[in-house]
């Protein structure tokens, strides 16, 4: 239990020096800007709107937040390059069939990636590990596992609600990875469990609409991380 409190702190100072890199370089760009020592045609590149998509890209580069990262990255990269070379002006037609490789990608690295030997199905309610997806559809998903340990929940145009109220956090830090691009997920959980959100949100959010909370089990905490975008979800405790 030490040694994962240990790593939880390291990985925050991680994100925060990160964080911190990032903001210190973004304001010297704004000064090297002001002073007009930056040359017209890279500012004109430098402060668009996909550059924002790219900056937090890469902090989720840097902070091992892979997929989405790839995904912020491509997206910025996409539409700043008809401003980088002279493309025909059919290229913004390859948008969407661009998006569906990038998601094609996602299901080919969220499969290959980590992985538990109790894979979610719909036949089973106990299962300590979930593995949901959801594409133009969803439902109702019971969870009663007494040491769920977290999973990976995505949803394309589609959307869950994963019912844990009779569940329990194994002990230490459990994790469910979120990716949802134009849908959203629902978990509802015990009154006592330690939930903390770390989803990044690109037009759209997730929310932690639990009501008041009287005692809080420490011995188990459960980190809901991962990306949305013209989406998002909710944690609730009814």
Known sequence: MEDQKITKNDRRMDSRAVLGIILVLIGG????????????????????????LIVIGVYNLLTKRIISSF?????????LLPDLFILPH?????????????????????????????????TQ????????????????????SQK?????????????????KD??????????D?????GGSKIIVPDDWNIKVEVISIFG?????????????KNSELIVKGFTMFGGGEISNY
């Open 178 to 182: 979120i990716f949802t691009m134009f």
């Open 205 to 217: 959010g997730y929310k932690d609409k639990r009501r008041s909370i009287s005692t809080i089990n």
């Open 71 to 79: 995904i912020l990255i491509g997206i910025g990269v996409f539409f």
């Open 90 to 122: 059919s290229f913004n037609e390859l948008f969407w069939p661009v998006l569906l490789i990038v998601v094609g990608l996602v299901f080919i690295l969220r499969k290959n990636g980590n992985s538990s030997a109790n894979i979610y199905n719909k």
């Open 148 to 164: 769920f340990t977290g999973g990976k929940i995505t949803a394309i145009f589609g959307g869950s609600t994963f019912i844990l």
């Open 167 to 176: 569940a329990k956090l194994a002990e230490g830090i459990n994790k469910i």
């Open 29 to 52: 760009v704004f000064i090297l800007h002001n002073y007009n020592l930056i040359p017209r045609n890279v500012t004109k590149i430098i402060f668009k709107w996909e550059m924002i």
């Open 125 to 144: 309610s106990s299962v300590d590990y979930i593995d949901d997806i959801s594409i133009f559809g969803g439902g109702e998903k019971y969870i009663t």
